[in-house]
Nanobody, 121 residues
Framework: QVQLVESGGGLVQPGGSLRLSCAAS????????MGWYRQAPGKQREWVAR???????NYADSVKGRFTVSRDNAKNTGYLQMNSLKPEEPAVYYC???????????????WGQGTQVTVSS
């Protein structure tokens, strides 16, 4: 089984920055990609960004140029650097890793517990 633990959320002023981390642990044979989503109160979960473990990245238009996703393969950890945060961006941010525990089981998505990001002056 694979577990994801997120950290780095908190309170930041508009225009400020935060760096979220998502550490994968447990029976990990390989990780294919890690994605980030966010969900604001009363809204649907929204895709933010993803990184393939090969290094390629994709971003939602709303965060391009402000957010950067990265990973540390050796630590099985992904990061989401968020700059120039906007007042409309408070949400619970979730990471999801597409990973496999061994060669005999299928790839599966594993979700973190979420971390709260609050943007307020």
């Amino acid at each position: 089984q694979v577990q994801l633990v997120e950290s780095g959320g908190g309170l930041v002023q508009p225009g400020g920055s935060l760096r979220l981390s998502c550490a994968a642990s447990g029976s990990i044979f390989s990780i294919n990609r890690m994605g980030w989503y966010r969900q604001a109160p009363g809204k649907q979960r929204e895709w933010v960004a993803r990184i393939f473990w090969s290094g390629s990245t994709n971003y939602a238009d709303s965060v391009k140029g402000r957010f950067t996703v990265s990973r540390d393969n050796a630590k099985n950890t992904g990061y989401l650097q968020m700059n120039s945060l906007k007042p409309e961006e408070p949400a619970v941010y979730y990471c999801v890793a597409n990973a496999v525990a061994n060669r005999t089981v299928p790839w599966k998505d594993y979700w973190g517990q979420g971390t709260q990001v609050t943007v307020s002056s």
